[in-house]
Structures are given as structure tokens and as C-alpha cells.
């Protein structure tokens, strides 16, 4: 792919920190997997199984380990985790920035705030009293902050974000649109006729290097906070229930919804449309597969899964017939097998 | 938790209408369970199983029913129902107020539309023509209401939502941020080339006592409406199709799908993240488990469940595997049981 | 239903181009199905099941296949499709056009943006710089376009959609309202200790005559873009990865998460809440039944599903238990058979 900024590979090497072997003057003007590049194009070998489409890639030059110096007839960048520097060659080359330096004048701010001047503002956008913010934040069109917010120094909330009150976030987060953070958490007590609304009075506070993907919602706790650790990231129409607590650098696929007070811990990873139950705890370490539901607190590291694998609908039918008689398929195999004992 | 309000325990009695045992002029700062309560804080019994964290309790004051009155050393609030009066407590120490009393000037209002003076509509509004507002409706930033909708009293619609036109909304109803009402149900005639598009021209119809939570959608009818009655309570990420009635005081709890022309009966509890086909009716009293798919419909209440256990994913794919067999290996049984038998 | 609209039967026959016999003046000002119309009604009968019903219909006309032309005593229209024609004739009782003719004045639209006159914009709408817009194109209130981005003739934005920027957007295509298009898709490459963002320089490309429901969320690419091609419908809260290519005419109902660099054929019908793993293919005219997850890819044509039945839930645990168990039974059954074949 092409984009709108180029560098030379020199600069590349510099900015990535990355030995370079080859000419520092040839233009990069963008990036593309082994596959698909062509002259002007870093691209990066950062899985073994597809070493052997270096010798016939068109890049202009690629990230490789070392040991893969010797197979490139182009340009290369040394890297010891060259799936790391392409992520870091990528921002590079985004244009994404859409907001204009400065606050927009129809930006409603209250006079309490005291913003930065690195702040940028879009249009439409309201801070209500008490909020403060850091350096370098750019808050997009028509988001909402609520009263005694805090953001920390480079976060980038987009357009149309909903940060309820006293919401605290910390330094380098990003909020995807149409996200809502500090929502009320879903609490009734039950009069024996109708439900009587818990106001949530606890509140939402995320860590530093969060990134929450777009229409993903994470409410506010009942009494104490919902917390969001350093370094998690979250993809789009995720929910997270109140006072559930999300360890360190865990990640959490699209179409999650984690429920109230569950506690996850480190570097753990929720597939996608992955689902818990309420009031458990799951380990540091811990994979779930996609679709599963966590049914009960998990407390060993490693991969879990649940549910069935697709199949034809007419033979999903004649299984799930058994599956419903499958207490009483085991019971008579026992008894077989009791009986041929017996003999 | 310490909030920004208070009151003498006093106070708190005469609001709850509960019989005080104790000192009626200590001072309740803030509400904590048992376990995190310190000096200032209201705290509450609701399940006998915590009652031996009674007697360690370090609140200022505890709601408990009669029979625990004895077990308690500090000030005492007597309940039939503790947890409905906690949740009747938070109430008093809720300050998420955000909105400004009055009409932003930014508000754009329809000149069709009689405003009541009780109304706070936030900045960047639009109301449109034809809209009626009750008493003491609160719009949070950037609502929209579309034509001809009209909301009762109280009610509370949190910034960014989208009301679409001639959806009838009752009293004391939320809804919190990013959700969207009346948009146009999910139905096409395919032509034997191409889907075409069925216009929906019924609307949604929402009862007294309703909250809906964020980011959730309820699409209007094909030629009926879509209706949502009292007491319903839905959470966040929840969909809901057309022309499907939701029973009173029914939950709906977060990520969870409910197709088209469904009807939920009363007091249903659909759980986390559930879904139903299309077209079926479900009793009263009805709770279906978190992640589970109601298939067909269900004529008796009852707790109902869909989907296997998170396993290790090893054991699982074992599982899996055997599943794909099930309808051999029953017949195989049989077949075993039919020569046992011959014998 | 009745609406705001009405028609002569003539006007109607004209409209949909079906041949009328009966009274070309009768007025209809309204549709609805065989079962719930009366006097002023078009009514249809797309499923012979029904035909039994035609005779008691009240509706002042019905649109049927010739073959029933005999059994109806009312006015009738002659389709070949009459449920075609009948989606056809809800777009003349359409009256949900909730924007003025015009840009309102309170529209921040970028100089370089060269709008339509027959544009109509509403409040609180953000157009950056490079944007291009077609003809008779709508943007509802407090929608954001990003920069750069091209949408063709006929798109209708509902309130509050976000477009990230440089996405392509084709001809009649409809977003409704808190749906977020070209947000970065969820990509980071873990360094050891930390996830390390991998910029999304890829966007999103959108074909002809598409609808997109609410709050459904559709990333742009890493490198690549994630395309929906023409005809493409999909529903309310679905999330799409990025990468992703969904073929013509397919189907993606409510709750769906397609994950990223999947490939989805033409005519497909991904049901509500179904999932699919990443990296993976789907051939033309697939149909996946409701929250079921595609595990791997699939070639053939036809119908899939996972997952199980719903149950009581106490006879579901007991087939849970045993689904834990089915490695181990599947062998127990193995291992009579051996014995009684020994014998």
C-alpha cells in the first residue's frame, strides 16, 4: 500500500533504531507483506514459514532477524523482533490525524478547566466542571467529558466518546468512537414486584496504554471501581460490567462482554465474543478461545475453550439429539459394561 | 467509599422509612459492604451468609433485618428488605447530576415543541418538530429526538442518544449514552438477485420504570410496533428486533440478542449474552443462563440453558471430536445393548 | 397500520407496476398482513400457508400471485413476488425523513468540500477537508466525516454515525445511527512485555445499494482494506474486523462478530450472533444458524451450525458432566465392542 509520507530507508533505520544493510537512500512510501509489496515498500518476515517468499519479494527492503541477512537480495533492516518494528514502521506512515491544533470555538468548556495548550479540541465537543486533562490530549468531535474527570498526558479520545463523571484515565489511552466509559452498572434489588435501581456509585479508573476500540462499554461500579490496568487493550463491543477488575497488559477480543465483579488477571486473552459469568477469577496467563464462556473461576494458566464446532446443520442435529439424551447414553453404557464384568 | 454528600443517620432513617436503633445523629458519609466498611459508612446484611461479618463490621451503621438486631454493636437501621433498602440508600449519595438546570442555548429545538420549564437539556440537542416532553425530563449532549416521539415524565436520556421519529417512551425512564431507539428493523425482500428493502413503518413503544443501558439498539416495527413494558430493566450491547414484546418487569442483561417477533413474558431473566431465534414465544418467569440460545419456544417457567462448560482446550477438543460421533456412537450403544440382550 | 400517507389503489398499481383488478380509486392509506388489516389496507399474501386467509381478509386490496386472483373477494394487484412487491410498497408509506432541505447553518464542513446542492445536512455535523459527496445524499445530526473520505449519490447517515477517515463509501447506501466506520482494527505486536500498536493503514471500502444498522462497528485494514461489496446488508451491533471481504448479497444479522481477514462469499447468511474465527474462508451461499461460531473455514455450500439445544437446566448440567466425560465414554464403547466381537 501507498500512503502520503515517505522516508528514506536511512531515516527508517534510525527511527526504528535497527541496523541497516543496503542503500540508506532508497525511498520507502510505504508498507506490505512479502506478498503483496513492490519497489518503494518495507515489508518484514516475522513468521519462519514464510521465509521462502524472500528471495522473490519486490520490497525495496525488509525487517528480518539476522539470520536471514544472508537469503534478501534487497535492502534489510536487522531486527531481533521484526514483527515488533514493523509495528513501530506503521506509525510512520499514519496520516490519521483529523483534528485541527487548538480548541474549536464551539468546543463548550467549562471555566473551571484548566486546558493545556497542546490540547486539541474538535467541534461540538463538552468538558464539564472539574475535569482536568493532561499535555497532548486531542479530544474528537462531539465527545462528552464528564464533571471531575481526569485524563492523563497523550490521550486521544475520538469522535462522539461518552466519559461519564469522575471517570479517571491515564497517560496514552486511546477511546474508539461511540465508546461509553462509566455508564451506570446494570443493579436492581427486587421488591418481590418490581426492581429498584442500585445508584452506582463507584466509578471507572483505567490505567496508562489502554487502547478501547469503538462502541465498547465499561460501566461504573456499584460502591468501589471498575478498574482498567496498565497496558490492556480492548477491541470494539466489548462490555464490561461494574467493579470487574482487568490485569496488566491482558487483551480482550471483540464482542466480549466480561460481567460484574470478575477479576481477570495478567496477560491474559479473551477471544472474541468470548463471554464469564459473574463474581469469579481468572488466573495471570489464561487463554480463552472464541465463543467460550468462562462458567466458573479459572485458576491454572493456560487454554480454555467451550461450546461445540460448526458442522452440517442436518448432522449438528442428530448430535444435539444425543446431547440431550447423554446422561442416559453414559448410565446404560455403565450398565453394559457392568453386565459383561459380571460375565 | 466516602462520597460528596451527607447525612445524620438520622436522616437516612426518616428517608427510608426504617426504625433506628442507635445514635440518631451520627454522621453517614458514604455506603460500603461489610468487609470495606470504615467509620462514616452505611453498611448492609442482605445474606445470612455474610452474618458473621456482622459482629467485625467497622461501619457506623448496618441495615439488617429484626433478628440481627441483637448480633450488631453499632447503630442499626431495621429492614424487612436490607438490600432494597440499600439500593433505596444509594440513592442519597448519588451527585452524577451533570446537567446544568434550563435549555443550553446550543439546543436546537423545534418551534412545534412546548418545552416544560423542569426540563435541563444539555448542549448541542436537537429536539424535532412534533416531539412532546414531559415534566422534569433531563437530555444529556448531542441526544437526538426525532420527530413526533414523545417521552413522559422523568425521564432521563444520557448524552449521545439517538431517539429516531414516533417512538412513545412513558415515565421515569433512562437511557444512557450511545444507544439507539427506532432505527429501521432488519428486513428485506430478496428478489432472487438482490435484497429489497421493507421500509418500517411501526415504531417502538416503551412503558413506565424502563433503563436501558449503553450502546444498546431497539429497532422499530415492520407495520407493528416493538414494545418494551413496565419495569423492564435491559443493560448494555443488547439488541433487540422488531416487532418483539418484551413482558413486564423482564432483565435483559448485557450482549445479549433477541431476534425479531419474540415475545418475553413477565419477570423474565434473560442472562449475559444470550440470544433467541426469531418468531417464538417465551412464558413468565422464565431465566435462561448466560450465553444460551433459545432455540424454540418455551411454554413453562423454569431456568433453561444452552452450550457446554469452558474445559481445558485440549479435553475439549477430545470432547469436540466425540461430539462430531455422537449420533454413531448411540446407535452403537444400541446395537451392544440389543446382542446384551439376545443373550 | 395506518400512516401519515395515502394513495389511490391506481396510484399504487402505477407505483409498483402490477396489474390491478378492482377499483382503481379505492384509497388505501395503509399495509398490514392478512390477519390485523381492515378498510384503507394493502395487504399481501407472500406464503401459501396463508391462503386460508384470504377469504375473511378485510383489507380493501391484496397483492397476490395470479393463481389466487379467483379467491379473493376484494380488490386485488398481481405480482409474481408478491412479498417483493409488497417491500416495494412500503417505501410509499415511508415518512421518516427527519431533515430539513439544506445545510443547517450550525454544519462545520470543510472549505474544500464542494457539497451538492441537493445535500441536505443537519446540525452539529462535522465534514473535514478532501471529503467528496455525491448527489441527494443525507447526513443526519452530529454525524462526523473523516478526511478524505468519498461517499457516492443517495447515502443517507443517520444522527451520530462516525466515519474514520479516507473511507469509500459507494452509491444508496444507509448507515443508521451510533455506527462507527474505519476505526483502527485491533492489531499490536507483543514485544515480551507489552503490546506495541500496530497503525492501521489500511481503510474501509464500502460498495453499492449496502445497509449498515446501529451500532455496528466496521474497522479499516491493517495494510489493506476491509471491503463490503454491493447489496451487502448487515445489522445492528455486528463487528468487522479488519481485513475482512464480505461478498455480494450476503447477509450478516444482529450481533455478529466477523473476525479479522475472513473472507465471506457472495449470498451468504451469517445468523444472529454467529462468530467466526480469523484468517478464514467462506464459499458462496453459505448459511450459518444463530450464535453459532465458524471454527474453520468452509468450502461447500449449505447449511452450518455449533452449539447446542436449549434445555431445562438441571437436565443440561447432567449432559454437560458427560459431554466432559464423551473421550472417554467414546472409548468404553470401543472397548465393549472389541469385547463382544472377541466373543
Not at 137 to 149: L, Q
Not at 280 to 296: R, W
Request: aromatic letters at 6%; a negative charge.
Amino acid at each position: 500500500m501507498t500512503h502520503n509520507k515517505s522516508y528514506t530507508l536511512g531515516e527508517v533505520a534510525s527511527h526504528l533504531n535497527l541496523e541497516l544493510v543496503g542503500d540508506k537512500n532508497c525511498v520507502i512510501h510505504g508498507l506490505a507483506s512479502l506478498r503483496n509489496s513492490s519497489t518503494g515498500h518495507l515489508s518484514f518476515l516475522s513468521n519462519s514459514a514464510y521465509a521462502n517468499q524472500l528471495e522473490s519479494c519486490a520490497a525495496s527492503a525488509v525487517i528480518v532477524e539476522a539470520k536471514y541477512a544472508g537469503v534478501c537480495k534487497t535492502n534489510i533492516l536487522i531486527s531481533k523482533s521484526p514483527y515488533v518494528s514493523f509495528a513501530e514502521a506503521t506509525a510512520l506512515f499514519d496520516d490519521s490525524d483529523n483534528t485541527e491544533p487548538g480548541v474549536h470555538p464551539s468546543a463548550i468548556i467549562d471555566s473551571s478547566v484548566k486546558l493545556p495548550e497542546s490540547a486539541q479540541v474538535a467541534p461540538y465537543v463538552v468538558i464539564e466542571s472539574g475535569v482536568s486533562i493532561g499535555e497532548n490530549c486531542v479530544i474528537g468531535h462531539g465527545a462528552y467529558i464528564g464533571k471531575n474527570t481526569t485524563l492523563g498526558n497523550d490521550c486521544h479520545l475520538h469522535g462522539n466518546v461518552s466519559i461519564y463523571h469522575q471517570v479517571s484515565i491515564g497517560n496514552n489511552v486511546i477511546i474508539h468512537s461511540g465508546s461509553v466509559i462509566g455508564a451506570d452498572g446494570f443493579g436492581f434489588a427486587f421488591d418481590g414486584e418490581k426492581f429498584v435501581k442500585i445508584h452506582q456509585l463507584g466509578s471507572v479508573q483505567i490505567g496508562n496504554d489502554v487502547e478501547i476500540g469503538s462502541c465498547t462499554t465499561i460501566d461504573r461500579g456499584a460502591l468501589e471501581n471498575t478498574v482498567i490496568s496498565d497496558g490492556v487493550k480492548i477491541d470494539n463491543q466489548v462490555q464490561i460490567g461494574h467493579n470487574t477488575i482487568i490485569g496488566e497488559h491482558s487483551v480482550i477480543c471483540g464482542c466480549t462482554g466480561i460481567s460484574g465483579s470478575v477479576t481477570i488477571g495478567k496477560y491474559c486473552v479473551m477471544g472474541g465474543a468470548t463471554g464469564t459469568v459473574g463474581h469469579i477469577s481468572i488466573a495471570d496467563h489464561v487463554k480463552v478461545s472464541a465463543m467460550s464462556l468462562v462458567s466458573e473461576s479459572i485458576s491454572e494458566p493456560g487454554s480454555y475453550s467451550s461450546g461445540t464446532w460448526h458442522m452440517k446443520t442436518t448432522q449438528w442435529k442428530r448430535s444435539n439429539i444425543r446431547f440431550q439424551q447423554l446422561d442416559s447414553i453414559a448410565k446404560r453404557l455403565k450398565e453394559l459394561e457392568k453386565m459383561a464384568n459380571e460375565k
